[in-house]
């Protein structure tokens, strides 16, 4: 069940920049509106990652016999989030204040979970 769930969610992780897969949208409000949609998607795709990552890290710590992988993830989950928080409205200051600044911030919210869903399904091996 797990790899079918993992197939599942590839085609939305591996994909082009989150603009450029707006383009056909007519005004900017459509391509906010199809950028935000993009990032819900991303959002699940990174939360089903990780909790499939959090089993292998759950499992290797009880054939290991210690507590180790499972806490270690946990922190880099967090410290993930925190970067990803950050980075963008970094990105977004890039903006100047103009309209296109929530697109910005939102496309690279998307950029980054594509990112780490690659790398928690990278752990499930």
Do not use: K
């Amino acid at each position: 069940m797990r790899w079918a769930l993992i197939a599942f969610l590839i085609p939305f992780a591996a994909v082009a920049d989150p603009t450029l897969e707006c383009s056909d949208a007519g005004s900017q409000v459509e391509i906010g509106a199809c950028v935000s949609d993009m990032e819900a998607r991303v959002n699940q795709a990174v939360a089903e990652s990780y909790s499939f990552a959090l089993a292998a890290a759950q499992e290797l710590d009880e054939v290991t016999d210690r507590v180790v992988a499972q806490p270690a993830l946990e922190a880099a989950q967090a410290a993930w989030e925190a970067y990803r928080d950050t980075q963008c409205e970094a990105v977004g200051a890039w903006f100047g204040g103009g309209s296109g600044t929530g697109i910005g911030i939102t496309s690279c919210r998307v950029d980054l979970g594509r990112e780490r869903v690659d790398e928690l399904l990278r752990m499930t091996n």
